[in-house]
């Protein structure tokens, strides 16, 4: 496994935290397994930080849920264009 933080829930959390930036680079040492499994993560990420009500949240608070859903939302653009690239014609 090469997972950063050592499993796939590590690696959305720390990609979430800007602690990891995800590349193709990062992702051409993994198999298709190990992306299925940190797409699945990152979705889940996702899910937990939309469910979060932000009514009663102040701005500053609303900033940084933002900028970790902007994170983890590219992570996932960039997740499947490697894996359309890896596909090929």
Known sequence: M?????????????????????????????????????????????????????ADLETIEIQRRNRKMGKLMSAQRILRAHLMKRKGP
Do not use: N, Q, Y
């Open 2 to 54: 090469s997972f950063a933080g050592g499993s796939p829930w590590a690696m959305a959390r720390d990609i979430g935290a800007g602690f990891v930036l995800v590349t193709d680079r990062t992702l051409a040492r993994m198999s298709r397994h190990e992306i299925d499994k940190l797409s699945f993560e990152l979705e889940r990420c996702l899910r937990d930080l939309r469910s979060a009500p932000s």
